[in-house]
């Protein structure tokens, strides 16, 4: 799975001079995919839109405390053709989330299908609620 | 390649006055008829001209190719479908919902001449592509000057 580097291409000081290396323009803009966060209380369960997106073009990460998801499509429109209208301004989606310390990172599960990225990510088992068995005394 | 086709310009828009007349009857969530917007809607939809192709893009996640209707009368493309809103089971709290939901009705006027018999869709990973031919009639022709 391609790693993509999320900290280089997206912010440039401005006045900064651009890098005379070749920045492939499907890097340079993305957009955030929308997302739907549900918690249970056994984790977190987060939906992200990523249309076009396949396995190939998806990646999902975590660093320290930071969720990455990026997807990039590979639809390939004619060479000659003229776009003239553009609500999704890119087919690049990157996005990030804060992981709080009562989830378990190393435990993610991620699904991805028609478009539509699943990721679970589970409470640490002292962040799950516990049932405290009541016995007569 | 797809960023070089739309990252640039924003005032598109504006110059193709084919699509100003493109009306978005957007989500209608609980029967309340959504504000009629220019701009984004659900799904998005994006447009590019070839001289023999008219390509129109639909970008539906979750949505099944069986569960969407699309059809064209004369230049006018149509795609009505509906995306069932996310479960939240008991005892599950959402925190975050920025998905779209419901149903949606998308209206696109093509240009004047696309032929309306020669349209194909294909749907792949949550993303539609239609591709309506246009007459070869309405190309532009050169014309000799003896």
């Known amino acids: 799975m391609a790693r993509n580097d999320m900290t280089t291409t997206e912010r440039r000081d401005v006045g900064q001079e651009a890098p005379r290396q070749e920045v492939s323009e499907r890097d340079r803009l993305f957009v955030q995919p929308a997302v739907d966060i549900l918690e249970d209380a056994e984790g977190i369960t987060l939906y992200a839109d990523l249309p076009g997106v396949n396995v190939e073009g998806l990646d999902v990460r975590v660093e320290g405390e930071t969720l990455f998801l990026s997807g990039t499509s590979n639809l390939a429109l004619p060479q000659g053709a003229q776009p003239v209208y553009a609500e999704q301004r890119s087919l690049a989606f990157r996005r990030r989330f804060s992981l709080s310390g009562d989830l378990d990172a190393s435990n993610i599960e991620a699904k991805l299908a028609n478009g539509v990225l699943k990721v679970r990510i589970p409470k640490t088992p002292a962040a799950q609620p516990r049932r405290i068995e009541v016995r007569p005394g | ?146």
């Open chain 2, 1 to 146: 390649m797809w960023n070089t086709l739309f990252g640039e310009s924003t005032s598109l828009f504006d110059e193709f006055n084919w699509l100003s007349r493109e009306m978005d009857r957007l989500f209608e969530p609980m029967g309340i008829p959504a504000l009629r917007t220019a701009g984004a809607g659900f799904p998005a939809v994006n447009v590019a001209l070839e001289e023999d192709k008219v390509h129109v893009l639909l970008f539906a996640p979750g949505i099944d190719a069986a569960a969407l209707d699309v059809s064209i009368l004369g230049n006018v493309l149509t795609v009505k479908g509906r995306r069932e809103a996310l479960e939240a089971p008991e005892g599950t709290q959402a925190w975050v919902r920025e998905r779209p939901s419901g149903r949606f009705v998308r209206t696109l006027t093509l240009p004047d001449d696309v032929d309306p018999q020669r349209v194909e869709a294909q749907s792949r990973d949550g993303l539609v592509w239609i591709q309506v031919q246009r007459n070869e009639q309405a190309r532009p022709r050169r014309i000799q000057v003896h």
